[in-house]
């Protein structure tokens, strides 16, 4: 029983933080229908705006909330940078544009700050575990499924009920329909950016309160998870990065708890096994999303 309990408190958590990395990725993805690779860097950023703002005195809270306007603030500068000036291009020009920017912050924080790990502050709760039912639960992983979860039911509220959730759904489904029918194009595109910032920035808190620091390679890992989560999911399907979020943390728990130690190094082998036998299953993801005219 202790066992069950502590193997789904892991999944959860750790499936809220992939679920929400998903979320960032897909969302721009299903207007634009294009991959943005600058994504990972949205996390970095939140974590060294974290860090440059250690020792200012401010409440870590104000902090927290700072690091998540940056991730917004450069979601959307990735819009008007890397995205708007090529998006009538070719898709090689924009996915060029999308590494390109992506590589520029990363020199950028080894050129300014260091290339070395840099602690960041956090709350002494992230360091806190709370006993329950005879097991020990890290306060940060409680933490991760709380936001997770109010964030995932907030956001499903406001793709239905709200203006732009509505607009943002319609444009996902199809784009030049939504623009001839009144809906502004580029709002929703840097609409799409700064939620994807949004949620870039929350994660960038849960994942450095896992680590407790920041590099400017962090990002690499979440883009990562990000992207085959929502390829399990479904690339056009909200439902489905969320799903494909908590079905790669299951997997990577499950092996976790059932891998002998000198297997665990060859975790991400049977992860991506696992991944290519979904694929070969259902080639277009867990979730089919909505029918999508081209390219905008």
């Given amino acids: 029983m202790q066992f069950l309990l502590q193997f ?8 809220g933080a992939y679920a ?4 960032g990725l897909v969302i721009v993805y299903g207007i634009l229908k294009l991959v943005n690779f600058a994504y990972g860097e949205l996390i970095m950023v939140a974590g060294y705006g974290l860090f440059l703002m250690n020792g200012s005195g401010l409440p870590w809270i104000v902090m927290a909330a700072v690091a998540v306007l940056i ?25 060029i544009t999308s590494f390109a920017f992506s590589t520029i912050l990363q020199n950028a924080a080894l050129l300014f700050i260091s290339p070395r790990a840099r602690n960041v502050p956090l709350p002494d709760l992230f360091s806190q575990t709370v006993e ?15 936001a997770s979860i109010l964030l995932l039911v907030l956001f499903a509220w406001a793709m239905k009920r709200t203006v732009l ?13 939504a623009r001839m029918l009144g809906v502004p194009a580029n709002l929703i595109i ?5 939620i994807s ?11 450095i309160g896992r680590i407790g620091s920041v590099t400017p390679g962090i990002g690499l890992e979440p883009l990562l998870v990000a992207f085959i989560a929502t390829v399990i999911g479904g690339m056009r399907s909200l439902q489905g990065a969320v799903l494909g979020g908590f079905l790669l943390a299951f997997v990577n728990t499950g092996l976790n708890y059932t891998l002998p130690q000198d297997l665990l190094q060859f975790r991400d082998a049977f992860t991506f096994t696992l991944v290519i036998l979904i694929l070969l299953w259902r080639p277009e993801g867990l979730i089919r999303g909505p029918a999508t005219g081209q390219r905008t």
């Fill in 8 to 15: 789904t408190i892991d999944v959860l958590s750790l499936g």
């Fill in 20 to 23: 929400l990395m998903a979320l």
């Fill in 165 to 177: 959730g509505i607009a943002m759904r319609a444009a996902a489904t199809q784009f030049r329909m």
């Fill in 132 to 146: 329950f039912a005879g097991i020990l639960i890290p306060a940060r992983n409680l933490i991760t499924i709380v």
């Fill in 71 to 95: 991730a917004i603030a450069t979601g959307v500068a990735t819009d008007y940078i890397a995205f708007r000036p090529v998006r009538a291009k070719s898709v090689t020009a924009v996915l």
């Fill in 197 to 207: 910032g949004f949620f870039a920035g929350v994660v960038s808190l849960l994942w």
């Fill in 190 to 194: 840097s609409s799409a950016f700064a």
